[in-house]
């Protein structure tokens, strides 16, 4: 066990916008939210998952809806403790732990939030291992743990109790509310046992946002290479390295789409995105798919650059780093592979990390 | 005629432009402590009276908020309870220019949902205890913001009503859908330090005015904003934080003018620092993401400038590199051509032939060739940064300290029109009028698209455009993410020339 104190979040921050993979949402607000709920209810403890008591009852606590809204429609403070409350409720016994759903984005300090108002400790891991769209593409569906019951509230005080007969179709569902009640929801679902944690989670993986984001702040500090420092910590393939000279977005099928050409001097490469970047190609050649992770960074500050803000002009370094195993699994594509996102094209595992 | 001034840390620039935009006559003159001093030095070096309008681009409110002060203590009146309530207004300020800043801060019932559905009803009550206790504070500058009014001002607008009805015509209301975009945080803090600096603009504006009725100037006198465009003394009385980055904009509006060219890179060296930046389409190319201005987040759009440690009062080390150091406006004093004992880029140029500055009797020793060379590939590479393609890219260069330029490797076409030492103030002269929009659209696109031109038309042409002259110069449009349906950001900006007449009026 160790503490997460108000002088980590800068350098978690840093790290869970990298992890983000281009998506995940401006992890700023997230970790203003953490900074002041430190600030009024003391530091979180942070426990490894092999701490946890078998019997814990471990919840996942999230944000759900369009990040461009939480940047100008702030929470009111209430709704992580509203969730948890309201699933409380129909589970009938008490949440032990807090754990982030994702670690890219704001959802990995949203939890920080969470559990210094709630008084629980929080686990260091999360249900994806990056950041991914909807609440099913996580671990525990693969393990068959259900999402539901499943606890969204707004900031006006409406909170909801999702029941479905899939996880997907607690997404879609969920989705649709989101939508009615402003764009931005607070969700608690995907309750797991301590004993099911091994499984359901990836470990480590807040210590990993911090340590990433320690690493790129060093190296800047030093003017090294914050791209060097990130690739190290990652484990992750440098796959191409030049300037941004031409962005398309489109709207279909109700998500933003988008491609991305980047030139240098070596070639180019196709970078195709959603909420996240999802796939990278050169000369038509599949050079890193979804679900492995494909982070874009500026090539002088190792600051992440979402899709969002990616621009004619940007100098940026495209970086591949391999997701966990489990995703790489027939099943594990099959809810986050490149043919769930529209692609038409097979998974190729990235080298690095043995699988 | 008209009269373009550049009110800089170190000089104030002016320029004398004729109806055909032909620079008749340029001064450089010392920048005083009260600003205005250098502003009537600068009026009376050009010596010109019949004019019809005077532009002044100045970094003084700007250097108010970095040194924390001459600013005035504001309340903060945020709408969009019960959202918001977890981070209040100055939450993530700096503790030194909150300690300044801070009057009071409110979190109240209003505001909107992205698609301009009320969050809650607002309360005139709530508003008019709010009012009490400003009054009872003694607070003069108030900050009103609210969640997404630059989608729907309507809880803003009724609000400033309340609180103006309540508090008087002696308390500044600053409102925050006439200031900033999307990013609550952002947006309000801009309002906050706009309010703080509402005092100082009624100030230094009046200031301005005195400067030209003693110079004996009756023309309309009018601020450069940060995009390059301008406002009237009524707007920027109001608006003193839209001055912000107009020190780089009309630099590189003014190269822009001088070369005839519109899409270039721009070098501008000064005494201390170079400055490069890219024009695109006669403009600036705009940094993306939030700006950090004297350490508080906003959200305004400025320059994308890459900053380098060299000016003509560089210092040279003994191994021949250029500062970062410098003499700064001391370089009269202590540059070696002018008997000083220390050894400046300056220094280098005289040696070179390349500027005939002071007495080149001083450095006929000095060593020139391998440290200008160096400062020169120092300069190209700052370029080579910038630049978006490996398109060939034509080099304007500007600035008093530009002297130092003769070639840049790697840049074929590398200029330095006539009038370079004032291109910041030729930049603030030909400034043109603008309007626009950036907020969140739904519906088909074609459709908000042109719902969004036209609101964009219609700003500029309010702002004193010239029916007819107003063309849309930047379109920009981001679907939100994880959100489905066809909700899009559109930022659209349109500029127009100045019509005198429409002022006048």
Redesign the interface.
């Given at each position: 066990m160790r503490e997460i104190t108000e002088d980590l979040l800068d350098d978690m921050a840093r790290g869970a916008g990298i992890l983000g993979t281009g998506g995940g949402g401006d992890p700023y607000v997230g970790k203003l939210l953490a900074r002041e709920a430190i600030r009024r209810h003391g530091p979180v403890p942070l426990y490894s998952i092999d701490e946890v008591p078998a019997d814990a009852t471990v919840v996942p606590i999230s944000t759900m809806g369009a990040p461009t809204v939480m940047l100008e429609k702030l929470p009111a403070g209430t709704e992580e403790l509203a969730v948890l409350r309201a699933l409380e409720a129909v589970i009938g016994r008490p949440a032990t732990h807090i754990v982030p759903i994702e670690i890219g984005g704001m959802n990995s300090l949203i939890p920080i939030a969470a559990a210094a108002q709630a008084g629980l400790p929080l686990v260091d891991g999360d249900a994806m291992g990056r950041a991914f769209p909807e609440a099913q593409m996580v671990l525990p569906t693969l393990m068959g743990v259900r999402n539901t019951p499943m606890a969204l509230a707004d900031d006006k005080g409406n909170t909801l109790v999702v029941d479905a007969v899939s996880n997907h179709w607690a997404e879609k569902i969920a989705r649709a509310a989101c939508v009615r009640m402003g764009c931005q929801l607070s969700s608690a679902d995907t309750v797991l046992r301590g004993s099911q944690l091994r499984d359901g989670l990836v470990p480590a993986t807040l210590t990993l946002a911090e340590d990433l984001g320690r690493a790129v702040r060093l190296a800047r500090a030093a003017h090294s290479s914050p791209v060097g420092a990130a690739l190290a910590v990652l484990d992750g393939t440098e796959l191409f390295a030049g300037k941004v000279v031409d962005v398309e977005r489109r709207t279909t099928g109700g998500f933003a789409r988008g491609t991305a050409r980047l030139e240098s001097s070596h070639g180019a490469l196709e970078l195709s995105f959603q909420n996240e970047h999802l796939l990278a190609s050169r000369g038509g050649r599949t050079v890193a798919t979804t679900p492995d992770l494909i982070c874009v960074l500026d090539t002088e500050s190792g600051e992440p650059v979402t899709t969002e803000a990616l621009r004619y002009g940007l100098r940026v370094t495209v970086i591949g780093a391999p997701c966990d195993p489990r995703w790489r699994t027939p099943e594990g594509l099959e809810l986050a592979g490149p043919r769930y996102f529209g692609y038409d094209c097979d998974y190729e595992p990235l080298a690095g990390r043995p699988s | 005629m008209r009269i373009g001034i550049d009110v800089g840390g170190t000089n104030t620039d002016a320029a004398l432009i004729d109806d055909d935009g032909k620079v008749l006559a340029t001064v450089k003159s010392p920048t005083t402590h009260d600003v205005t001093g250098g502003v009537a030095a600068a009026l009376a070096g050009l010596g010109a009276t019949e004019v019809t309008a005077v532009m002044i681009g100045t970094t003084h409110f700007v250097n108010a908020l970095v040194e924390a002060a001459r600013l005035e203590p504001v309340a903060a009146v945020r709408l969009?309870?019960?959202?918001?309530?977890?981070?209040p207004p100055l939450?993530?300020w700096p503790v030194r220019l909150r300690e300044v800043v801070e009057g009071a801060t409110y979190l109240c019932h209003g505001?909107h949902?992205?698609d301009g559905?009320p969050?809650?009803d607002l309360d005139p009550g709530e508003l008019r205890k709010v009012a009490a206790d400003i009054r009872r504070r003694g607070l003069r500058s108030v900050a009103i913001s609210s969640?997404?009014s630059p989608v729907s001002a309507g809880s803003e607008v009724e609000a400033a009503k309340i609180l103006a009805a309540e508090l008087g015509p002696g308390v500044h209301l600053s409102v925050s859908s006439e200031i900033g975009r999307?990013?609550?945080?952002a947006r309000e803090n801009a309002t906050i330090v706009n309010a703080a600096l509402s005092r100082l603009a009624e100030r230094t504006v009046e200031a301005f005015g005195q400067a030209l009725r003693v110079a004996g100037i009756d023309a309309p006198l009018f601020l450069s904003q940060n995009d390059g465009t301008l406002m009237d003394v009524a707007h920027a009385r109001r608006y003193p934080v839209l001055t912000f980055a107009s020190g780089p904009t009309n630099s590189m509006r003014g190269a822009a003018y001088l070369s005839g060219l519109s899409d270039c890179a721009v070098v501008d060296i000064g005494g201390t620092t170079t400055d490069v930046g890219?024009l695109a389409g006669g403009f600036p190319?705009e940094a993306?993401?939030e700006a950090l201005v004297a350490e508080v987040r906003t959200n305004f759009r400025i320059p994308d400038v890459l900053s380098i440690g060299i000016g003509g009062g560089s210092i040279i080390s003994s191994d021949g590199t250029a500062g970062p150091r410098s003499v700064g406006y001391r370089l009269t004093e202590q540059a070696l051509v002018f008997g000083g004992s220390t050894l400046t880029a300056t220094d280098l140029a005289v040696a070179a032939g390349r500027a005939a500055i002071g007495d080149p009797g001083h450095v006929s020793e000095v060593s020139y060739a391998g440290p200008l060379k160096d400062i020169e590939a120092r300069v190209a590479e700052a370029v080579d940064?910038m630049r978006?393609?490996?398109a060939p890219l034509p080099v304007v260069l500007v600035g008093g300290g530009s002297i130092l330029i003769d070639t840049l490797p790697g840049f074929t076409d590398v200029r330095r029109p006539d009038h370079f030492e004032v291109a910041n103030a030729v930049g603030a002269a030909i400034a043109q009028v603008g309007g626009e929009v950036d907020r969140?659209f739904s519906g088909p696109r074609e459709a908000v698209l042109q719902e969004a031109k036209d609101e964009a038309t219609g700003r500029a042409e309010r702002a004193g455009a010239r029916t007819g002259s107003v063309r849309i110069v930047d379109v920009e449009?981001?679907?939100?993410?994880?959100?489905?349906?066809?909700?899009?950001?559109i930022r659209v900006k349109a500029v127009g020339d100045l019509d005198l007449e429409k002022i006048n009026a």
């Open positions: - | 969009g309870l019960p959202a918001t309530a977890a981070l939450v993530d505001g949902e992205y559905a969050i809650s969640v997404f999307v990013g609550l945080l890219i190319r993306a993401g940064r978006t393609s490996s969140v449009e981001i679907p939100l993410a994880y959100l489905p349906g066809d909700a899009t950001r």
